[in-house]
């Protein structure tokens, strides 16, 4: 909760919390991830390396409970082709997005789906 708090308060004052080191457009990975494969969070190093300003990869806000779930193993569950935007209630398309099992926010009430870019999941040492 206090790294939440932390986090709003640095980007009400203008900072962003978790800066990535990518100039320019982030980099993106395409692999087909489909349900069932078997795939390790990458470390939060590797994360930070692939997000942009704002802590975003081509669009994609990474959240700060996601950090909390790096190098654990994971299924995917599924595509993550499309997002409705609780803001605006818009629908987005998304690109090498997947959803996996057991990877919902510990931080939200309602147990959130995290959505994953492929680039932040490398395939499973077993």
């Known amino acids: 909760m206090l790294r939440a708090l932390r986090g ?4 009400a004052l203008g900072r962003t919390p978790w800066i ?7 980099p993106s990975e395409q692999r087909g991830l489909q ?3 078997i795939l390790r969070i990458r470390t939060r190093q590797e994360i930070v390396a692939t997000l942009g300003r ?10 700060p409970a996601m ?3 790096c ?10 082709d499309r997002i409705i935007l609780e803001q605006t209630g818009e629908m987005r398309q998304m690109k090498d997005t997947v ?3 057991n990877a919902t926010c510990d931080w ?6 995290l959505s994953w870019r492929e680039i932040w999941l490398k395939p499973s040492d077993r």
């Open 35 to 37: 349900p069932a494969d």
């Open 71 to 80: 190098a654990e193993r994971h299924l995917v569950l599924g595509r993550a």
């Open 108 to 113: 939200c009430a309602r147990a959130n789906r």
């Open 54 to 63: 704002h802590a975003r990869n081509r669009g994609l806000e990474i959240e």
């Open 67 to 69: 950090f909390d779930r």
């Open 20 to 26: 990535g080191n990518v100039a320019g457009r982030t």
């Open 99 to 101: 959803a996996l099992t």
């Open 8 to 11: 709003r308060l640095a980007t």
